[in-house]
């Protein structure tokens, strides 16, 4: 009699350890991802940000230039959406004494992009649409359109990782031998972000887009690295590559741009 009671015993304890092991296992999996990995974890809804950079250069005596880059930085986080907003603003003139200045750059670039949030945690649908007038690339504008899938890996006190992928719509114009040339077409538009946030107030961001159409690949990638001098005022080392695998004759492939310029955060 004992030892049938013992072996009932050992039976119900066997069963019930087969049953709670998956789980415990499931709950420690579980525990492990919500440590590591905290999409969408906002405490401060709704949020608004707006940071202004400029910077200056001005040259006088036997060499007269001038060089100016302003942009605005904004972006918007509600319950249901996050939004992201940028202008960019560049212009140089150059020349001497005895001659007319000369302008070798002119632009502006606008973009924003929408997202709204799913009910899975970090997933979201987008739409983007950015505006160029360059006069120094070939082109007299362009504008593109896109909508996809959007994703924020993670963001907490350190880092931050998003990233979006999804079909649009590209349009390119330009005037060559005094005609107006009209270039359109589908496009996937591809784009990945990664933030870095030291104690000390320094930022690093990293930036890659892409978008790739039938007769023109458009790719960007900005690196740039912030320090606080005081307050909100902030210092920012920027390093931004722009390549296009389409382009006139006398305009390059490869384009890089390497800046230095004061952040002001007023939100």
């Known amino acids: 009699m004992f030892n049938k009671l013992l072996l009932s015993v050992v039976a119900i304890c066997t069963l019930c350890a087969g049953v709670c092991a998956p789980l415990q296992a499931k709950d420690l999996i579980r525990t492990l991802y919500h440590a ?150 589908i496009i996937v538009r591809a784009s990945a972000e990664y933030k870095y946030h030291w104690s000390s107030g320094a930022k690093l961001r990293q930036f890659l887009s892409t978008e790739a159409g039938e007769e023109n690949t458009k790719s960007r990638s900005e690196t740039s690295l912030s320090a606080n001098v005081f307050g909100s005022l902030a210092m920012k080392l920027s390093f931004i590559l722009n390549y296009e695998s389409d382009t006139p004759e006398d305009v390059d492939s490869l384009s890089t741009e390497t800046s230095v310029a004061l952040v002001y955060q007023f939100f």
């Not at 001005?58 to 972006?75: L, P, Q, R």
């Not at 319950?79 to 632009?107: C, D, H, M």
């Open 36 to 185: 590591d990995f905290t999409p969408d974890t906002d405490d401060e809804i709704p949020r608004f940000r707006l940071d202004g950079e400029l910077g200056v250069l001005i040259n006088t005596g036997n060499t007269s230039a001038a060089s100016v880059k302003a942009a605005v930085n904004s972006d918007y986080e509600t319950e249901n959406w996050s939004s992201i907003y940028f202008a960019e603003l560049l212009y140089k003139e150059s020349g001497s004494p005895t001659s007319q200045r000369e302008v070798s750059a002119q632009r502006f670039f606008g973009s924003a992009q929408f997202d709204y949030k799913l009910l899975s945690p970090g997933r979201r649908l987008f739409m983007y649409g950015d505006y160029e007038d360059d006069q120094f690339n070939g082109y007299d504008h362009r504008a593109s359109l896109a909508a996809g899938w959007s994703q924020r890996l993670w963001r907490n006190e350190d880092s931050e990782f998003r990233y979006s992928i999804g079909p649009g719509y590209s349009f390119i114009e330009a005037e060559e031998n005094n005609d107006n040339l009209v270039n359109d077409g």
